[in-house]
């Protein structure tokens, strides 16, 4: 089918703290017309904020009307507001020890549990935790939801999300460990998916995924996707989900190997939308596909995109993109 390309004038964003930016960058490939139900014609890709060094794990608090996000090797969480811009909302996020180590040290992945509480995926604490303060008064003091399984620390806990029986699942590829593959502090032999069960034990649903990163359930919870970061299999993987909240059937839901090399990042973060839609960080941008796996188009930026999150009426993406936080405004 012809593409259709709706450019987004190139602007760079020069400021980086205070007050809302909102230069514009990138652009939209239309690879189907039914794209234009998802992303108006007239769509722009907005700067929000910048200066950061990895950014990731967006999460949008309707009650607060305020974007957190993890900039990862800088250990601490920000804040956007329209009205104020990029904050710090909280720090040290992912490593509280006192001993110095490298590595991607902070928190990933941001969510809310069914009480309102901030739980975040803690790649230099290798745990899934709870912040123990309001999400007014942020607080570094944590609670551990899960560290280990068998006795085996986890390597990095990177993205996660909740069903609503209140069963946590999460990724845990090696990004955290400050020699990744290679740390002699990884334990498990494997990188796994595991599901915190409401009891608090763990249980691990799958070892088999190289370098599992993005997870995310379709509407009605049957089914799930998983990214995997691999250069060498960049895929998106689909499963069934039982009655029991296991795992089967799994097969390659899309395979990004042909999206371009030379294009930044891989499949990563992904967020599914009320009608099935999936907006997938992928090689040069976010990837929005149909519930089965047809392409509809890319949101296409420059640097390598980590994540996305929707406003609660889902009609606003936000992206992480390495240094800069995106704002795209959908159809209304």
């Not at 790649?123 to 006795?151: C, D, E, F, V, W």
């Amino acid at each position: 089918m012809k593409t259709n390309i709706s450019i987004a004038i190139l602007i760079l964003a020069i400021g980086c703290t205070g007050h809302s930016i909102h230069s514009t960058i990138g652009s939209i490939e239309r690879l189907d017309a039914s794209l234009d139900t998802i992303i108006s014609a007239d769509a722009k890709i907005e700067i929000i904020a910048t200066g950061l060094d990895w950014s990731e794990g967006p999460l949008w608090i309707e009650k607060n009307k305020m974007l957190l996000f993890s900039d990862v090797p800088q250990n601490t969480i920000y804040k956007w507001t329209e009205e104020k811009g990029k904050e710090i909302y909280l720090s040290p996020s992912g490593y509280t020890d006192t001993a110095k180590r490298g590595g991607e040290t902070g928190s990933n992945g941001l969510l809310l549990d069914s009480a309102g509480n901030l739980v975040l995926c803690q790649h230099g604490n290798r745990q899934m935790a709870k912040m123990n303060a309001p999400i007014t008064k942020p607080a570094a003091n944590y609670t551990s939801l899960a560290a280990k399984y068998t006795g085996m620390r986890f390597n990095s806990p990177n993205d996660a999300v909740y069903n609503s029986k209140g069963e946590l699942f999460f990724t845990d590829p090696p990004y955290g460990l400050e020699k990744n593959m290679a740390d002699p502090k990884k334990e498990t032999p494997y990188q796994g998916i595991y599901r915190i069960n409401r009891d608090g034990t763990v249980s691990l649903l799958l070892d088999s995924i190289t370098r599992p990163n993005g997870i995310a359930f379709f509407p009605g919870e049957k089914k799930l996707i998983i990214a995997n970061s691999d250069p060498e299999k960049p895929y998106w993987y689909i499963y069934d989900v039982d009655q029991n909240s296991n795992l089967q059937n799994g097969k390659i839901f899309y395979d990004a190997s042909g999206g371009g090399k030379e294009l930044k990042g891989l499949p990563d973060g992904l967020k599914i939308d009320r009608n099935g839609t999936v907006f997938a960080s992928g090689p040069g941008g976010v990837w929005v596909f149909t519930a089965t796996g047809k392409l509809l188009g890319k949101i296409k930026v420059p640097e390598a995109t980590s994540n996305c999150a929707l406003s609660t009426d889902q009609k606003i993406l936000y992206i992480t993109n390495d240094m800069n936080v995106l704002r795209i405004k959908l159809r209304d």
